[in-house]
């Protein structure tokens, strides 16, 4: 899954990165409106956390242009305003929920997994392959009917891989999907993301091609 945090404030951005980076999500920081633009044409969010009272353009501004525009991640306001208007503009524009400043990180952190299961159990399948299952809205893997236990990475990575079973994914994309942009990524990562979902799929379930990627086993 990844994440957009739309904030002008450096001390807050910074421990929320921190925390869904600790959640195991891939999120990326616009520091004022016209960035949050800018990032919302250029890459697909799952959902964005979205503050109100930012410079270049406001945040109604900019959540009014994305879903006019067509955009449908997940839209968590982030706000300091009282007023309950404010908040009610905010979801007239198409915002999924809000929360209060100052929040909890850990109430944050539940908002975000509950908004995103309730937009995966509308809009994804649960998908198979050969003897997998990855169900989206559980965020559950299955092997054989038996519920495997995988860290939030090895699932974006397994979600990825079977999502498009035949493609051969380039490391570079696969550290797009898992981390976000400017999140420090060692040379190594993937491969050790790979190695550590193997043991927990099975080593023949994902195949290395070498000198360009990874994809699943083709089944026969």
């Not at 952190?109 to 997998?132: D, I, K, M, N, W």
């Not at 236990?149 to 898992?178: G, M, N, S, T």
């Amino acid at each position: 899954m990844r994440l957009l945090l739309v904030e002008d404030d450096g001390m807050i951005a910074q421990t929320v990165l921190g925390a869904m980076r600790r959640a195991g999500y891939a999120i990326d920081w616009a520091e004022d409106g016209r960035a949050a633009e800018l990032s919302l044409s250029d890459a697909v969010y799952d959902l964005v956390l979205l503050d109100l009272e930012l410079t270049q353009r406001d945040g109604i501004d900019v959540l009014n242009r994305y879903r006019k525009g067509g955009g449908v991640a997940v839209i968590i306001i982030l706000t300091a305003a009282d007023a309950v208007g404010d908040r009610i503009l905010g979801l007239d524009a198409g915002a999924d929920d809000y929360l209060m400043k100052p929040f909890d990180l850990d109430e944050l952190a539940a908002r975000v997994r509950t908004s995103l299961r309730r937009r995966t159990g509308h809009r994804q399948p649960v998908y198979s392959h050969g003897e997998l299952t990855l169900d989206p809205a559980a965020h559950e893997v299955r092997k054989s009917g038996q519920v495997l236990y995988l860290v939030p990475r090895e699932f974006d990575l397994l979600q990825a891989l079977i999502e498009e079973p035949v493609r051969v994914f380039r490391r570079a994309e696969l550290e797009k999907k898992l981390y976000g942009y400017g999140e420090e990524v060692s040379s190594n990562t993937i491969e050790v993301h790979v190695h550590s979902l193997r043991r927990k799929i099975g080593a023949e379930q994902i195949v290395t091609i070498r000198g360009v990627g990874y994809r699943l086993r083709w089944l026969q």
